[in-house]
């Protein structure tokens, strides 16, 4: 039902993903005073109490906000209607003051919420000045006609006690509008702000996001122990000069968007892409004992993926890529540097040592430190490598991981993750 209900909205005033904030609030407030004009006009349908002038102003200004709604809504020109919606407002109001007893029949009230809707829908500090001082003088000149020519007001036919009961209504209806359009504006308003929560969470993890909003900055973090996890394809650029461009995007989109999912099972943080190269460490921003573990399950959860998508390419006569993946636990720093295009990022010789450990891998294997291994050798089946030579990092103990132990696999509907935690924490 929400989601129907959502839909309504978005197909009447705009979808947020599409539309600004300014675009869908002028659609809401252009079809809601088309649909209260056109409904006021029925008030004055008694030709014999009220001016036939009255009753038009109603309807042509319902017709014409409607059409303003028409041309934002479907043709996109909102932009350039901002003064003629505002004319055709103060334009209304104006006969309407005149038309029905001045400040006594209570329209002058609409003043306030004209200057309010002039105020939402400006894109400029100087739109909203000029609108507030042309309302302003308007309402000042009906004063002034009221005060000193009170021949052009036409007075209220009714009784004084009927005045008094439509002057009541308007005010009442005035402030109900006013409500309406202020709910309007605060739901587009955390609905944008929902939108930038959520690309902000697409960069940053969600404590260091509510960090960056509280302070502006986020101070680093040092984490004794984390474990950071380096893929980078073999032979990615013979089968990039193969594909376009666009090709090119795409599958690499494939691929990571997998890694990501894969990264969010096993409570890794994404660091970054680099090229071909994807980044990810686990036991940050959150310190979690189990770091090494949670880095090992998803590096071979990738290396499974990248096998069965190394078959399906085999199968269509197809290139395909094949990954080194590297791993390495240590202390590092992680937190957000600089003001601008700001990213969470890790740094410390941890970070260099794990990428030494990718380079020096080997296709669809999972190779990790002797330090990292000491870590999870409880958990996985290793293969010892011994002491491998790394650039400017001279011999590295490695181990190439080469399965889970097998009384730790899933068995009796408990997974791998849920049997590894509680063999953790029995250690």
């Not at 071909?276 to 004992?289: C, L, R, S, T």
């Amino acid at each position: 039902m929400f989601q129907k209900a959502g839909q309504i909205i978005a197909f009447l005033f705009g979808d947020a993903r599409r539309n600004s904030l300014e675009h869908r609030v002028f659609n809401t407030i252009s079809l809601l005073f088309g649909i209260a004009n056109l409904g006021g006009s029925l008030n004055f349908i008694d030709f014999a109490q009220y001016p036939v002038f009255l009753f038009l102003a109603h309807l042509v200004s319902g017709a014409l906000f409607l059409v303003f709604y028409y041309l934002s809504r479907f043709l996109n020109i909102y932009r350039v209607l901002y003064w003629p919606f505002l004319l055709l407002i103060s334009g209304f109001l104006t006969i309407s003051i005149l038309r029905d007893a001045g400040s006594q029949g209570g329209s002058h009230y609409y003043m306030i919420m004209a200057v309010l809707v002039g105020t939402i829908l400006a894109r400029r500090i100087g739109q909203v000045l000029l609108a507030f001082v042309m309302f302003t003088l308007l309402t000042a000149g009906l004063f002034y006609i009221e005060i000193y020519d009170p021949e052009m007001i036409v007075p209220y036919p009714g009784t004084n006690e009927e005045r008094l009961m439509e002057l009541a209504s308007q005010f009442i209806f005035m402030m109900i509008f006013t409500a309406v359009i202020v709910e309007i504006l605060v739901r587009n308003l955390n609905q944008e702000r929902g939108k930038s929560d959520a690309l902000l969470l697409n960069i940053l993890p969600e404590s260091i996001a509510e960090e960056l909003k509280r302070n502006d900055r986020v101070a680093p973090l040092h984490y004794d122990g984390a474990t950071v996890l380096f893929t980078d394809f073999v032979g990615f650029t013979r089968i990039a000069e193969q594909l376009s461009p666009q090709e090119l995007i795409e599958e690499l989109d494939n691929c990571f968007r997998l890694f990501d999912q894969i990264m969010r099972k096993h409570n890794l943080e994404k660091i970054k892409t680099i090229g071909d190269a994807y980044m990810a460490v686990a036991g940050i921003p959150e310190a979690n004992p189990t770091h090494a573990v949670d880095a090992v399950l998803a590096a071979l959860q990738i290396q499974r993926c990248m096998e069965q998508l190394k078959n399906e390419k085999l199968a269509q006569g197809r290139d395909f890529w094949e990954l080194r993946l590297g791993i390495h636990s240590g202390p590092l720093v992680a937190g957000v540097i600089g003001e601008k295009k700001f990213a969470y990022d890790v740094w410390g010789d941890t970070v260099n040592t794990a990428s030494r450990l990718e380079s020096s891998g080997e296709k669809a294997r999972v190779n990790i430190s002797g330090v990292t291994y000491h870590k999870v050798q409880e958990f996985f089946q290793c293969e010892f490598r011994g002491n491998v030579h790394a650039k400017n990092k001279g011999d590295i103990e490695m181990y190439f991981v080469t399965g889970i132990l097998p009384h730790l696999a899933e068995a009796d509907g408990v997974t791998p993750n849920e049997r590894f935690q509680s063999r953790y924490w029995a250690l």
